[in-house]
């Protein structure tokens, strides 16, 4: 009788430990679920959501326009040559595009020196019928060392790019038009997706017909969107998000592009007045806490892409102000090129 209440006693006790042992278990379960669900929270809301007022964004990005073009003056990058280093077609065309909105007369001064002394050279003159640029209209031998830039080009975005300034005659590698045109899910990183939607942007202003049979309207749709995913959760203020950024806010503007993006271009500007190509982890941590953002050293290329994100921003703003006090106000030549046709 006894050795069988003892035995029941052991069950008993067997029983309640293991109960505890799961609801301890599941209990902490949940407590790390609910500490992953607020750790996500907080990480989303530090990428998304603004922690300033309009007014603070505006009365900053002037200043910090001004002197990320100061920087870009300073730094000589768009003073050098093709055959010194000097910046790609496709920078001085980006430059471009922000000294349309914001002058800079040592700026346009380099800009025009490197475009006169580059002729020399096929991979520069290539780009000639970039919207805006000198030449729209290329002869037979001009046409074929266009292609032949094109086919000797070993960097794909180099050959996208080139390609969409003729896309009414030129011939695309079949690989190529298989990433762009046939399945987009082969385009895979944050640059494959930022050049393809430059390419569909060109496009669209040199060859309108050829845009409208490749439904580029529609892909641009499709870039953008997963465009803004990757923006969505990005730790770090870098190279790639700046030209996420900057991009989608040329290409196609719009309310649902947070403003705290702007903000963090506008927190993370260095001292000198530009911005970092690759800045460490820890730098997202002092955004995130609000800590002081240490100096680091700033590149051309990320910089020029933040000031294209700050002049566009600006310029969607003012476009929003204008037409709640105008509907009838028109921002042909605001936001695109003036006289460039597109093909919806």
Not at 45 to 57: D, E, G, I, L, Y
Not at 75 to 100: C, N, P, R, T, Y
């Amino acid at each position: 009788m006894n050795a069988e209440l003892h035995s029941k006693s052991l069950r008993l006790l067997d029983s309640i430990t293991k109960l505890v042992r799961s609801s301890l278990w599941r209990y902490f379960l949940a407590c790390i679920a609910a500490f992953s669900l607020v750790l996500l929270t907080f990480y989303w809301a530090f990428c998304n959501v603004p922690r300033h007022s309009p007014q603070w964004t505006a009365e900053r990005i002037d200043g910090a326009i001004s002197d990320g073009l100061d920087y870009l003056a300073r730094s000589g990058a768009f003073a050098k040559l093709f055959d010194q280093g000097g910046e790609h077609a496709m920078h001085h065309f980006i430059l471009d595009q922000v000294l349309a909105r914001q002058p800079h007369s040592v700026l346009r001064g380099q800009r025009e020196y490197c475009d006169r002394a580059n002729q020399r050279f096929a991979r520069w003159r290539a780009f000639n019928a970039l919207p805006g640029w000198r030449k729209r209209d290329f002869g037979p031998a001009e046409r074929m060392e266009v292609q032949i830039v094109i086919r000797d080009c070993d960097n794909s975005y180099g050959r996208w790019l080139l390609w969409a300034v003729h896309a009414s005659w030129a011939k695309l590698p079949p690989q190529d038009h298989r990433r762009l045109f046939e399945d987009i899910s082969l385009l895979e990183d944050s640059y494959d997706l930022t050049h393809a939607l430059m390419t569909y942007w060109l496009m669209q202003r040199t060859a309108p017909e050829v845009s409208a049979r490749l439904q580029v309207s529609e892909r641009i749709e499709q870039v953008i969107r997963r465009i803004r995913r990757y923006t969505t959760w990005a730790p770090r203020c870098g190279d790639s998000y700046l030209e996420r950024v900057a991009f989608s806010l040329m290409i196609q503007p719009s309310t649902a592009l947070s403003r705290r993006w702007i903000e963090r271009i506008l927190t993370v500007q260095n001292p000198d007045g530009g911005w970092t190509y690759v800045p460490p982890y820890s730098r997202t941590l002092q955004e995130m806490f609000g800590f002081q953002i240490a100096k680091y050293r700033s590149q051309p290329h990320p910089s020029f892409l933040a000031l294209l994100a700050l002049v566009s921003h600006r310029d969607f703003i003012h476009f929003q102000e204008s037409s709640r006090a105008d509907p009838h106000w028109s921002r042909e030549g605001k936001l695109s090129i003036p006289g460039s046709r597109v093909s919806q």
